[in-house]
């Protein structure tokens, strides 16, 4: 048998779904009794999925994970190297979406490294059959109909994670003030003490309320929303990047690429590459 693909369905996401929408690329079931090796950058999006039969393991990073059934799930970023090694001379069947969307790289910063989730029981198995018969039958409006099936999977693996269930001390309205005219222009070239303008509060009075309050310092929290937005931006091949960077407010390419790497460990062209790949 080797390697089988023949219970795998490949979709093609519209060009809308694609800038706008979590979009399955492919769906189904792959049985291997061979080790199937990747080189990375060799697919696009991420790969979430359970083992169906078999046992073995996944290589990747430089760790080795158990493959084996049970209520554990996998969510592989496909731009990494990674192997899959069947045990025992017996085939190891995974079951699984591969998908993508706009702002992976957020998300995977919120969920960690770890690709290993434990989901309550039959949870992924139903959002997959849902997901399979959309892609299936196609129905009107069905992209958004996988957008929203693939938005509460994620619900699942940030709820695995605890990201919204940790205790949130009370926001002071200064800060609250300064998030709110962020995110109304997070485009825009803040700086610290036009904010406390903002905030009504001194600089150093705003550094401190913020630093309290949100776990991070002022500066950081800027530079992580712009961080956020070039990165949507950059995934939007009709824009350039010096496109990207003018609607930032960066004076030039090169500042702009400056600052990107300095935040993303690559500079904006390396990032279009690996996500085009």
Request: proline residues 6%; positive net charge; glycine residues 8%.
């Amino acid at each position: 048998m080797a390697i089988s693909f023949a219970q795998l369905r490949f979709a093609e996401p519209t060009p809308e779904a694609r800038r706008l929408l979590w979009h399955v690329l492919s769906i189904g079931s792959v049985s291997r009794d061979e080790p199937e090796r990747h080189e990375g950058l060799d697919k696009a999006g991420l790969f979430l999925f359970r083992v169906a039969a078999g046992q073995g393991q996944l290589e990747m990073m430089g760790q080795n994970y158990l493959l084996e059934r049970g209520h554990r799930c996998w969510l592989v970023d496909l731009r990494r190297a990674r192997n899959y090694l069947p045990a025992n001379a017996k085939p190891l069947r995974t079951e699984g979406v591969r998908f993508s969307g706009p702002g992976v790289e957020a998300w995977l910063e919120l969920l960690g490294t770890d690709p290993v989730f434990t989901l309550p029981p039959g949870v992924l198995r139903l959002r997959l059959s849902r997901l399979r018969g959309l892609v299936q039958r196609r129905p009107p409006q069905y992209e958004w109909e996988v957008h929203s099936e693939l938005t509460e999977l994620w619900g699942e693996l940030l709820a695995a994670r605890c990201v919204f269930t940790m205790p949130k001390t009370a926001v002071p309205p200064s800060v609250a003030r300064v998030l709110e005219a962020v995110f109304a222009d997070p485009a825009r070239d803040w700086r610290a003490r036009e904010l406390a303008v903002v905030a009504g509060v001194s600089y150093s009075g705003l550094r401190d309320h913020f630093q309290s309050a949100r776990g991070e310092t002022l500066h950081e929290f800027l530079q992580r929303t712009r961080l956020d937005l070039a990165r949507r931006w950059l995934g939007d091949q009709r824009l350039t990047i010096k496109e990207v960077a003018r609607r930032l407010n960066f004076s030039s390419e090169f500042h702009f690429s400056r600052f990107f790497h300095r935040g993303a460990g690559m500079s904006p062209t390396q990032f279009r590459e690996r996500s085009r790949a």
